[in-house]
Every structure is written in structure tokens, then in C-alpha cells.
């Protein structure tokens, strides 16, 4: 019982420290537009936002499908994947975004504008 304790403790530790906090989402979004967009046959739908970051306006495209709309407002959020693969002209970026009730959501940036 004692070995069966101590290693619920250590689990348990491990996913309280391997967990992101709240400050860890330092970059402010704010959602200006949202719609759903259905991908072909599907019952499902992406959302899809205009969103401004850092002065930049930006498109997302989640990568789940929540089949609803995002209320329009600020979030915070977190930049999980910015990877460049040849020179600094590609990019490919990733963000989670922290929602209410601490629950996040991953978007693909499918556009960027002035």
C-alpha cells in the first residue's frame, strides 16, 4: 500500500509540473471575426478567425472541430510550433489558445495581412 501511495504522489506531481500554467500564455489575440467552415462531406466544423496579434492581423483555422462559433474577445495564448524549414520567408505556426475554464484550443495560421 505504502509503494502503491507514493507512486500516485509522483504521477501526480509529474502532471501538475509538466502542465502549462496561465503564464505561459503571454500573447494576447484578440478575435475580431469567427465563422465555422465545413471541410468537404463532413458533418464537422472548423472554426475560423481573424484575429490580431501583436499589431499583425492574422487567419486562424482550428485543428479540432468544436462545430460552434468563438465568442468574439480577447484570449490569451501560447505559440507552440513556429518551425523554418529553409530561410525566414516560410512559416508555419501553430498557437493554443487559453480559453475560459482553462481548457485550450490549437489553431493553424492559414493567413496573415497589413
Not at 504522489?9 to 475580431?32: E, G, K
Not at 481548457?103 to 496573415?112: A, I, P, Y
Request: with cysteine; hydrophobic share 40%; glycine share 4%.
Amino acid at each position: 500500500m505504502k509503494h502503491s501511495a507514493i507512486a500516485f504522489l509522483f504521477l501526480c506531481s509529474a502532471l501538475v509540473w509538466a502542465a502549462p500554467s496561465a503564464s505561459d500564455y503571454s500573447i494576447n489575440v484578440h478575435v475580431r471575426a469567427t465563422r465555422m467552415v465545413r471541410e468537404g462531406n463532413s458533418i464537422g466544423h472548423y472554426q475560423y478567425l481573424s484575429v490580431v496579434i501583436d499589431g499583425k492581423k492574422y487567419e486562424l483555422e482550428s485543428l479540432d472541430m468544436p462545430n460552434a462559433l468563438l465568442v468574439l474577445d480577447d484570449y490569451k495564448a501560447r505559440l507552440l510550433k513556429d518551425p523554418h524549414w529553409v530561410g525566414t520567408y516560410d512559416s508555419w505556426r501553430v498557437y493554443e489558445v487559453l480559453l475560459p475554464e482553462n481548457r485550450k484550443r490549437k489553431f493553424l495560421v492559414v493567413g496573415q495581412s497589413e
